[in-house]
């Protein structure tokens, strides 16, 4: 569903399952920090509002969304998380540097969570201009931060249903 048609920060709160006993990991891309801090603390206001506590969620930064895997990564490997939430935001520029980023963080994060044993949750957004990335961080279309914590939330549940936690 296009984001036009959508709120991020929408979700049916009687629908969500508890975070409590739930250990988040996110990690966020420094370059663009006004609209990664934004969408971080949408993520971290939402996991908490869901029943995770503030000790089961760290939060690590790396200096841009390339970075990500490596960080997303890193984080699975400790086997210290449910879920490994990655932020991050690319603006498009006159070089082909923007197809580049974004196409190697989305190729990184997707084989990372087909091979990890807990959900990667792909929290990058990928925007034409500043204005797109400000809506989508707390502006007129929601944050996509809330849209990661309730994706993480519900793959955490479903991982622990599959498992027969």
């Not at 920090?33 to 869901?50: V, Y």
């Not at 086997?79 to 190729?107: K, L």
């Not at 929290?123 to 994706?151: F, S």
């Amino acid at each position: 569903m296009a984001t036009a048609l959508h709120n991020l920060s929408d979700y049916d709160s009687e629908r969500m399952p508890s975070a409590e006993g739930m250990r988040f990991g996110i990690v966020t891309s420094e370059w663009n920090s006004e609209i990664t801090g934004a969408l971080t603390e949408g993520a971290r206001e939402t996991l908490l509002k869901n029943g995770a506590r503030t000790e089961d969620i760290q939060l690590m930064t790396v200096p841009g969304s390339f970075e990500l895997v490596y960080g997303a990564a890193s984080m699975v490997e400790t086997g210290r998380f449910d879920a490994v939430i990655a932020i991050g935001c690319v603006i498009r520029g006159d070089t082909p540097h923007f197809d580049y980023i974004c196409q190697g963080t989305t190729q990184g994060l997707a084989e990372l969570n087909c091979k990890a044993r807990i959900p990667v949750i792909y929290g990058l957004l990928t925007c034409n201009d500043m204005e797109q990335a400000e809506m989508r961080a707390g502006g007129m279309l929601g944050n996509k931060g809330d849209e990661c914590a309730v994706t993480a939330i519900k793959m955490v549940d479903f991982t622990r249903r599959l498992n027969g936690a």
